[in-house]
């Protein structure tokens, strides 16, 4: 089951396709509803990369606002 009431403790991470590699950068750790204003803010491809983590799930962000 998804948690995804506003004041759920998320981490905002973004995960990066580099040809290095790639990489994952923390962008916020904190509520749900603060984690998904950061996230809006963030250019489109940002925004394709983006993943927030909760106590018992892991959402694409892009996923979790088309729903």
Do not use: C, W
Request: no cysteine; hydrophobic share 35%.
């Amino acid at each position: 089951m998804r948690t995804t009431y506003g004041s759920a403790t998320v981490r905002l991470y973004h995960l990066s396709d580099s040809q290095e590699g790639g990489g994952v950068e923390t962008l916020f750790y904190g509520s749900m509803d603060e984690a998904l204003r950061i996230a809006a803010q963030q250019p489109q491809d940002i925004q394709d990369g983006l993943f927030l983590s909760t106590d018992n799930d892991v959402i694409a962000y892009l996923d979790l606002i088309d729903e």
